[in-house]
């Protein structure tokens, strides 16, 4: 149990476009997801807390009109990353909160690798 | 503020013997949960344990056992009869009560070879 999974797990883009990356709860409702960024051999950074059916929170430093993030159901959130650019290349992770968890444990999913050109 | 620390960049252990992977937190709530995760090459975390603040044992999952000590603020991971499939980075992480959303916050990571 308490799988999620991440769809694309790699993906290149040309700078300027958008990609959205897709984030489900497969056997759990996750009222609460979240995203993180983490550059090579870097710690984990979360970039935002995703609640079902209301406005993601953003952490300090993160722009919100770049990182868009939908939470439409207790299973599925997505991250669109818009205008591209190759700085934003990284390997994004999301996770979500098993709402029925004792230890309000997080799930990862397995990750996607974002590269721009 | 809340804070997690682990010192040690990277570490061996041989094949068989146990390891010590050090994590230290800082935080003024009284309710509070630790958690170690694994990441190997592939990127995926993998949850390995949990202890809570209250809990007044120390937690074990099979190989791994996380020695708290509440008082020196420490929750450091024992993996014992390391194995090959061990190596990975080993990331410490709290969860944040005060939010009320229970985000985490990490350390830096350990990355464990273990050597053949």
């Known amino acids: 149990g308490a799988v999620v999974s991440q769809h694309p797990s790699r993906v290149i883009c040309k700078s300027g476009t958008s990609v959205k990356i897709e984030c489900r709860s497969l056997?759990?409702?996750?009222?609460?997801m979240f995203w993180y960024r983490q550059f090579p051999k870097k710690s984990l950074m979360l970039m935002a807390t995703s609640n079902e059916g209301s406005k993601a929170t953003y952490e300090q430093g993160v722009e919100k009109d770049k990182f868009l993030i939908n939470h439409a159901s207790l299973t599925l959130s997505t991250l669109t990353v818009t205008s591209a650019h190759p700085e934003d290349s990284s390997f994004y992770i999301c996770s979500a909160r098993d709402r029925e968890g004792r230890h309000y444990e997080q799930y990862f999913g397995p990750g996607t690798r974002l590269t721009v050109t | 503020a809340q804070k997690i620390t682990q010192t040690q960049p990277g570490m061996f252990v041989q094949e068989k013997e146990a390891v010590t992977l050090d994590c230290t937190y800082d935080t003024s709530d009284q309710s509070y949960g630790l958690f170690w995760y694994k990441q190997p090459s592939s990127g995926e975390m993998i949850f390995l344990i949990y202890q809570g603040s209250y809990d007044e044992q120390n937690a074990t999952e099979g190989r791994y056992s996380l020695n708290f000590q509440k008082a020196r603020k420490s929750a450091n991971l024992v993996i014992s009869a390391s194995q090959l499939g061990d190596s990975a980075m080993y990331f410490c992480a709290m969860r944040d009560p005060g939010t009320g959303t229970y985000k985490y916050i990490f350390g830096t990571g350990t990355r464990l070879k273990v050597l053949a």
């Open positions: 056997d759990f409702q996750a009222t609460t």
